[in-house]
């Protein structure tokens, strides 16, 4: 659980925060696509939470592997519940980080 502080980038942006949240089914298969996507050993790329992954990639995840995360834009005073076993990320709305592909 988060909390979004006010700030004047979320209001002009319409939140503080963009999650996406993955089915805790999906776990293994984001895993083994962000290991392929790097070219140094990672021993668990969803854990260690060194990657964003792009809207390119969620397009690609959505074809190829029918994964399809829940996005949320968490406004300020909104607080987020992550299920357990569930794959996360979360970025401010103006700051998107692509590493790996």
């Known amino acids: 659980m988060t909390y979004a502080a ?4 979320a209001q002009s942006r319409g939140g503080a925060a963009v999650w996406d949240i993955f089915p805790a089914n999906a776990t293994d298969t984001l895993r083994s696509y962000l290991g392929e996507s790097v070219s140094y050993p990672v021993d ?3 854990l260690r939470q060194q990657f964003y992954i ?3 990639q969620l397009d690609e995840l959505r074809e190829k592997h029918n994964i399809k ?7 300020p005073g909104d607080a987020v519940f992550i299920p ?3 794959a996360h990320q979360v970025s ?3 700051e998107r980080v ?3 592909m």
């Not at 006010?6 to 980038?9: I, L, N, T």
């Open 6 to 9: 006010p700030s004047e980038m």
């Open 44 to 46: 668990d790329p969803v």
């Open 54 to 56: 792009s809207r390119p």
């Open 69 to 75: 995360p829940w996005r949320i834009h968490q406004n």
């Open 84 to 86: 357990a076993g569930c």
């Open 92 to 94: 401010p709305p103006c």
């Open 98 to 100: 692509n590493v790996g």
